[in-house]
């Protein structure tokens, strides 16, 4: 069940850019840009929106686990940080996306950019194979992976002995990749707005 929550927020969170690139062919972006409205919200609302929606659909896949009979031993606390890693993953994941959107402004670009990066992250994961069962090779590139953090932080949280520290560090990368990836989308939208 973790790996499905966080799964769902990581692919979820690789479309983000898809209505970026609607608003730019409609011009919306371009007339906000002549507006007063604040830069930094045009990145913030979406990332808030999708961060919303990334909540919910976890509560409702760990309301559907629970129905099928799986159990999370650390309760409330365990299922909070689960949440929580997979709103972190999928509001840096959504930044990327946002900025690649602002950069390439094609939908096709986009979708074979998105994939690119999301397939070839999850299969070098623990989310479909344990890390004892991955060649040496895979196991140390995992260790740099994103997607990697918030399965092991999602799945200690609701384990019945969680390591909190190991926790911590694992939100804690989340949290540098998401600041990573917000600068990246604010770099991206300050290029967008010198095209204009």
Do not use: H
């Amino acid at each position: 069940a973790p790996g499905v929550v966080v799964m769902t927020a990581f692919f979820g969170a690789g479309w983000t850019g898809m209505p970026v690139i609607d608003d730019i062919n409609r011009g919306v972006i371009d007339r906000f840009l002549v507006s007063p409205v604040r830069r930094s919200s045009l990145i913030s609302g979406r990332l808030a929106s999708s961060a919303l929606t990334t909540a919910i659909q976890s509560v409702i896949i760990v309301v559907l686990a629970l129905i099928v009979g799986a159990s999370f031993s650390n309760s409330v606390p365990g299922i909070l940080v689960l949440i929580l890693v997979s709103v972190l993953l999928g509001s840096a994941f959504g930044c990327l996306s946002i900025g690649l959107a602002l950069l390439v402004r094609r939908e096709e670009t986009l979708i074979a950019t998105v994939q690119f990066l999301l397939l070839p992250l999850s299969f070098v994961s623990v989310t479909f194979m344990q890390k004892n069962l991955m060649p040496d090779w895979m196991q140390t590139v995992s260790k740099f992976n994103p997607l990697n953090w918030a399965v092991e932080a999602g799945r200690s949280a609701v384990n019945p002995d969680p390591s909190w520290a190991a926790i911590a560090g694992k939100t804690g990368l989340l949290i540098a990749f998401l600041c990573l990836c917000g600068v990246f989308a604010v770099r991206a939208f300050r290029t967008y707005q010198r095209a204009v």
